[in-house]
């Protein structure tokens, strides 16, 4: 059974940094796309950034050059480091992989089955 547990949300700062961690178990976390999505309250859940089996990733453009999607096969983790926070980055935060190989929309939200519970990013001004 593939499970995804993220962690390492929090309250911060505008300006200030987080990285959130997504531990993987269950499957070959090396072979799959995997992706950060967030929901603002009362928004839908949207794609943040997403990183492909091979490595090439994707970001959407209001966090280029702000985050960095990451992944460590040796220990099934992935990553997303978060710089430079605004108010508007406030949300939950998703972690969610694709258990079918192949090419893939890598920030669609319909490309992922399986998520994890969420952790919490709150950036006050």
């Known amino acids: 059974q593939v499970q995804l547990v993220e962690s390492g949300g929090g309250s911060v700062q505008a300006g200030g940094s987080l990285r959130l961690s997504c531990a993987a178990s269950?499957?070959?976390?090396?072979?799959?796309?995997m992706a950060w999505f967030r929901q603002p309250p009362g928004k839908e859940r949207e794609g943040v950034a997403a990183i492909a089996s091979t490595g090439s990733t994707g970001y959407a453009d209001s966090v280029k050059g702000r985050f960095t999607i990451s992944k460590e096969n040796a220990n099934n983790t992935l990553y997303l480091q978060m710089n430079i926070l605004a108010p508007e980055d406030t949300a939950m935060y998703y972690c969610?992989?694709?258990?079918?190989?192949?090419?893939?929309?890598?920030?669609?939200?319909?490309?992922?089955?399986?998520w994890g519970q969420g952790t919490q990013v709150t950036v006050s001004s």
């Open positions: 969610a992989t694709t258990t079918s190989r192949g090419w893939c929309a890598l920030l669609s939200r319909t490309t992922y089955n399986v």
């Open positions: 269950g499957y070959t976390f090396s072979r799959y796309s």
